[in-house]
């Protein structure tokens, strides 16, 4: 990939800059993009990790349409995936890329969407003896699904907005309009809840990270255990509930997913897609 971008970037035959104010420059991009994601594709098909596991064979004249009509609101991008499937590492990345190349991005969790359940946990003591109680914490009902849908068209409308705060901390808090958060041209979402109910629809770009069940138990016993301190049966108990909530709730979505990328995928290779992304949309005459 590191050779596709010093092609790109050394290349003498370059198009001219299309006017994005019109149709015409718009639907020449859209040509343009078409052309040099199916050259993505096709190098990762022969890469010896590929990180796309599937692709809607949609997506791109979808993606092109909404490129040529709609140039003026903001791309959302939902990126989700089972628990511990590798999203939160793949949003790092992206973040890391990001402030490398200063690309106009915001990134939001909608774990910040959390019910407030303080109530409920000081019920019953603890969040794990809540959850122990039937609490189902990765059910839509779990989440403020109407203010995330709000606040998604707030951000492609390129409204700034300030979106709830869930406290990390087992209180089961959540303050409202406590995060401000910039409505950049390009949105990036990443949680379970960003496929749930009429969430999903806000979104243009549809991405679902996918890992084998045994990696991603290894990956959430070890981060339970070595990060937040949790003891090995409370965490094997967990992943024993949110192995069938994933079933329940996440894994029916993947068919609506643009893509499918591989959790696995090596970020060195991820970032330089990114990285070549960039330079594709930004190398012109």
């Known amino acids: 990939m590191q050779g596709l971008i010093e092609k790109e970037l050394s290349s003498q035959d370059k198009i ?23 050259q993505i594709l096709a190098f990762d098909k022969k890469y010896s990790m590929p990180i796309f596991r599937d692709v809607n064979p949609n997506f791109i004249s979808r993606f092109s349409k909404r490129l040529i009509n709609n140039p003026d609101k903001r791309f959302l991008i939902s990126i989700t995936g089972e628990s511990a499937a590798g999203k939160s590492t793949i949003c790092r ?45 990765d059910a839509p009902s779990s989440f403020q699904l109407n203010v995330l849908k709000e606040d998604l068209q707030d951000l492609a409308d390129g409204l700034d907005i300030k979106c709830p705060m869930y406290l990390p901390n087992g209180t089961g808090v959540s303050v409202p309009k406590a995060i401000g958060v910039h409505s950049s041209k390009i949105i990036i979402v990443e949680g379970i809840a960003t496929m749930y109910d009429t969430v999903k629809d806000v979104f243009d770009v549809k991405i679902y990270v996918e890992t084998d069940d045994d990696v991603r138990k290894k990956w959430f016993v070890d981060r339970a255990v070595e990060e937040r301190n949790q003891d090995l049966d409370n965490a094997l108990k967990h992943w024993n509930y949110i192995l069938n909530a994933g079933e329940k709730y996440v894994k029916p979505f993947r068919r609506e997913a643009d893509m499918i990328i591989n959790g696995k995928a090596d970020l060195k290779y991820f970032a330089q897609i990114l990285e070549y992304i960039h330079t594709i949309t930004n190398n012109f005459q």
């Open 16 to 38: 001219l800059k299309p006017d994005f104010s019109s149709k015409t420059g718009r639907e020449l991009l859209a040509f343009y993009l078409q052309t040099k994601f199916k």
């Open 93 to 137: 990345e992206i973040s890391k890329v990001i402030e490398q190349l200063s690309m106009p991005v915001t990134i939001l969790s909608t774990d910040n969407y959390f019910n407030d359940i303080s109530d409920l946990i000081a019920k019953y003591g603890t969040f794990d003896n809540l959850r122990d109680s039937g609490y189902d914490v």
